[in-house]
Each structure stands twice: as structure tokens, then as C-alpha cells.
């Protein structure tokens, strides 16, 4: 496979643009893989990259039920951000920031990675003083976090409402200046292209149907392309974990719930950042194409269906409208939903299983997307070594069983609450 | 929007009720010592895609807890019934 340049893009230029190859291998099932990642999606995409890269297996192969960049990986508002308070989470995402740093050039794939900077707003005195808390914190651990007031804020984003008639005046914020956005389905390519560099097959339209078992031990997977064997199996599913896992046998503390994100049409620059409500669960980002990108609320009921409902879109805009008025006249575009593993404690599970042969990587939240690079380096680890890496040991299944819980959302144990 | 037949008010749009969760969750005696049935109570769901039967309260209505079998991929909702008429 060759390499991106600039002389590669020079050399197709000069030839009519009709040299370029598929950026990955259009692969079909072998009878069986050391590895073998079931969904195509980041985190299954970057533990087939890092399986290859950090531990050379490379007889892997990774099967994807649609098509590359069609599941949450491309479902999502692509915020990346390390600005986490508890003890496991903190370190893993800026163990995932600095793989993002570095993402572009490991990968020869230029996911368009745009350290921004996220600010989130503080409401009250009091959420000052929790934000500068978490700020401590993150700075202990050596993550860049600024506090700023009302005036700094002010200037940094003057958009923002600072009249007298603000539903909820802004006192403050915390800023991370490395956090940002990237591309999200430069991501899926990059990583397939990589993969599929080192040997990985990459095999889409592939959806894996059943468990072939050999005793207590899970030895493939049934797919709608026959019967694949596998030493191990690494489950990287968001969305649809619950239903996979029950086929293994596997019982889960996991809901899936709904998601909804927004575009607004494309305008002219005006929101550098990336913004963050501390009043309410919104933010904000502007693509490189002009649309404002809006996050919000979970739907809140069980659901497997990717498509929204209008109750959240009126919280959402509500809430835009009360930050931002001066984008009241814009109009939406269009609107999505994921389905999202919505788990107890609001953190990720991986971790190894009570089933021989099977690892289990979802459980995600609303949260992945910014953990893709750093979860397919631990997940990859996992499946290479059968140990748990020290970075995620947190993450474990055990972990509601013990109340070792690491509760972000600070929501108690009912999924459609975080 | 789902539409709930509140079988009090008459069919309603969801935002007048609040979610509540998983009703076949059995929840254990209260003098129950068993860790791992109480684990189960609170954590562990069986996260069907298709039917599942679950909590809602009219609270904009009626407010009564109602048992409500939807299916979790259409949102067809197929039945609605007294939560209190659900365990003897």
C-alpha cells in the first residue's frame, strides 16, 4: 500500500487522478484468525491496528455488519477532551489525548485533528468552585486546565449571553486548550487503512450471527459469510453489545439508549471552540464545513432505533438559543441518532469475561468517540497478553459487584439518569 | 414521540410521563442477604431488542405507575396496564 504525500498527491495530479487504490483491502473471511474483532467501527478499527503495530498479530481480521464509518463512529459530534475528575478515567483520556496528538502521522492519515480548545460554563459560584476542583485535579496529573471568569470568558467567546436577561449568567469557565475536534470518519478510514496495511482483513457486510463453542470456550463466531474460527474474540459492538453478549451468554449491566445530535446550515466562521453548557446538557462545535454541531440530552427510554424524536430536538435548541441567541434564526438541517451502551456508572467496560475466549470492549456512554485511539491501544494489549493493562483496571465488569464504580455523572445506578 | 394509552387519561404524548426503567427487574425480599440477587435487582438488564415491558408515570396526568410493553426498534407500543396490577 502506498504511501500518502504530498508527492503522492502531486504524482496523481500530474496523471489525471486515476491512480488512487482503495485505502484498504477489500478482504474476504479466511477459515480462521488469531484475532478476530467483531464491529468495524473505531475501537474495533484501532485494536486491529494496534494488535498489528504494538504486538504483531496480524493474522487478524475485524467484521463489520455494514460498512466501515457507518455505525456510531460516524454517528457522533467528534469532541475530544481529556477534562476528567475521578481517578481511572483521568488517566486513560489523556493517555487518549496524547495518542490523538499523534494520530495523523502514526497513521498516514490525516484525521484533520483541530485542538481548538472546549470551554464548559459555570452558572453559580459553586460550579466555579467544583470546575476548579476537576481543574486541580487534571493539573496534578498533568492535563493542561485553566479557570477562567466572566470577564475572560467574555472575551474569549463574546457570542455567548452576558445580558442582564441571561436565563443563567455565566460567572466562569474551565478551559482546555488542547481539546478539540477531529474528523470522525477519517478516523474509521485511517485506521482501516492502517490496519489493512499491516495484514488486517477488514471484512464489511459480515455480521456475526452466533458463538461456535467447543466446551466452555468460544473457539468463532457464525457470520452471514460462514463460519469463522478464532483463539480469541474481541467484542467492540457499541450500541448493540447487550444483544451479542447474550448470545455468548454473557448477562450485562447495560441499556441502550438513544442519542440525538444536530446540524444547523453551514455559516460563516464564528464559534472557535468547542463549547460546553454547564447549565443544562449542551454544546457546541462548528464543523469545517460551517454547520453548528449540537449535542444533548439522552432520549432517556430503551431503544434500538437510530432515529429521533422531537421532544429532545425543542430541549435542544432551548437550551442553544439560551447560550447562544444570536443563532436562534438558523436552521437545522438535519438530525441523527445512535444507540449508545448506557452503563451504570456512566464509564466503559473493558474487560475480560467470564467466557473463555471472549473480551468484551463497550459500554461507552456517549463518550467513545474521544477514547478510540487509547481504547484500541488498551483492548489490543488485552487480547494480545489475556491481562488487563494497568491504564484500565478500572474498567472492569467486576466493578459493580465490588461498588469499585467510577461514577463521572454522579447519577446513581439507572442508565437512562446519566 | 411515542403516544401512551394511559388507561386513566386516554392516549397522551410521552413527555407528559417520566421513565422508569426496566419492570421486569425482580426486585428481592428486604430482608433478602443474597449479594448477588441484589446486584442483579440493580444492575444487570436483559436490554431486549424488540418487546420490553417497563415503568412510566403519568406524572403530567393521572400519575400512576404504568407498565407499558413497547417494542425498543419501532416503538410500537402493544400494551398498557396498572404497574399495581402487576404483581399479586
Known amino acids: 500500500m502506498s504511501r500518502y504525500s504530498v508527492f503522492s498527491l502531486l504524482r496523481h495530479a500530474a496523471t489525471g487522478n486515476r491512480g488512487w487504490q482503495r485505502a484498504w483491502r477489500a478482504a474476504s473471511p479466511k477459515a480462521s484468525y488469531d484475532v478476530v474483532i467483531i464491529g468495524g ?39 475530544i477532551r481529556s477534562n476528567y475528575l475521578l481517578d481511572g478515567n483521568t488517566q486513560f483520556y489523556e493517555f487518549s489525548m496524547k495518542l490523538w496528538e499523534g494520530m495523523s502521522t502514526a497513521l498516514n ?7 481548538r480548545g472546549q470551554l464548559v460554563t459555570a452558572h453559580s459560584a459553586d460550579q466555579l468552585d467544583t470546575f476548579t476542583h476537576r481543574a486541580n485535579v487534571m493539573r496534578s496529573n498533568g ?49 482501516a487503512r492502517a490496519a489493512s496495511g499491516h495484514g488486517v482483513d477488514i471484512i464489511e457486510g459480515c455480521e456475526v450471527t452466533d458463538f461456535v463453542r467447543q466446551g466452555d470456550r468460544i473457539i468463532g463466531v457464525e457470520t452471514t459469510r460462514g463460519r469463522i474460527g478464532a483463539g480469541r474474540i474481541g467484542l467492540a459492538v457499541a450500541g448493540h453489545t447487550s444483544v451479542l453478549a447474550q448470545k455468548a451468554g454473557l448477562e450485562l449491566p447495560i441499556e441502550s439508549h438513544l442519542l440525538q445530535a444536530f446540524v444547523t446550515e453551514p455559516v ?11 447549565a443544562d446538557h449542551f454544546y457546541l462545535s462548528q464543523s469545517d464545513k460551517g454547520g453548528l454541531v449540537f449535542g444533548g440530552n439522552l432520549d432517556g427510554y430503551n431503544s434500538y432505533a437510530q432515529r429521533g424524536n422531537t421532544g429532545v430536538l425543542r430541549e435542544v435548541c432551548e437550551a442553544a438559543i439560551a447560550l447562544m441567541p444570536n443563532i436562534s434564526r438558523l436552521r437545522l438541517l438535519r438530525h441523527w441518532g445512535g ?17 473463555d475466549g471472549l473480551y468484551l470492549n ?47 455523572a454522579g447519577a446513581g445506578p439507572f442508565a437512562w439518569l446519566q | 414521540m411515542l403516544r401512551i394509552d394511559c388507561p386513566c387519561c386516554g392516549v397522551r404524548d410521552h413527555s407528559e410521563f417520566r421513565y422508569g426503567g426496566d419492570a421486569t427487574a425482580e426486585r428481592p425480599a428486604h430482608d433478602n ?35 407499558v410493553e413497547r417494542d425498543t426498534v419501532t416503538h410500537s407500543i402493544h400494551s398498557v396496564s396498572f404497574s399495581r396490577r402487576q404483581r399479586a
Open chain 2, 33 to 67: 442477604p443474597d449479594l448477588d440477587a441484589w446486584y442483579r435487582y440493580v444492575y444487570v438488564r436483559a436490554n431486549p431488542k424488540g418487546l420490553h415491558r417497563e415503568f412510566w408515570q403519568h406524572v403530567l396526568g393521572c400519575r400512576q405507575w404504568l407498565v
Open chain 1, 339 to 355: 444507540i449508545m451502551d448506557m452503563t451504570p456508572d456512566a464509564s466503559p467496560i473493558i474487560s475480560l469475561t467470564p467466557v
Open chain 1, 109 to 115: 492519515f490525516n484525521v484533520m485533528f483541530s485542538q
Open chain 1, 362 to 408: 463497550g459500554g461507552w456512554c456517549y463518550g467513545g468517540f474521544k477514547a478510540t485511539p487509547a481504547s484500541g491501544w488498551c483492548f489490543a494489549e488485552m487480547l494480545a497478553t489475556g491481562e488487563t493493562p494497568a491504564l484500565i483496571r478500572g474498567y472492569g465488569l467486576g466493578r459493580f459487584r465490588s461498588g469499585h464504580m467510577i461514577d463521572e
Open chain 1, 41 to 79: 467501527g473505531g475501537h474495533g478499527l484501532a485494536t486491529a491496528f494496534y494488535l498489528a503495530e504494538n504486538h504483531g498479530i496480524r493474522n487478524v481480521a475485524v467484521l463489520e455488519k455494514g460498512y466501515i464509518g457507518g455505525g456510531n463512529v460516524g454517528r457522533n459530534t467528534t469532541v
Open chain 1, 143 to 191: 492535563i493542561d486546565a485553566e479557570i477562567l471568569d466572566r470577564e475572560a470568558v467574555r472575551k474569549l467567546v463574546p457570542y455567548l449571553d452576558f445580558s442582564d436577561t441571561a436565563r443563567f449568567p455565566i460567572h466562569g469557565a474551565i478551559f482546555q486548550g488542547r481539546a478539540g475536534t477531529a474528523r470522525h470518519d477519517a478516523v474509521a478510514w485511517g485506521y
Open chain 1, 268 to 278: 460563516k466562521p464564528l464559534v472557535d471552540h468547542v463549547v460546553a453548557y454547564g
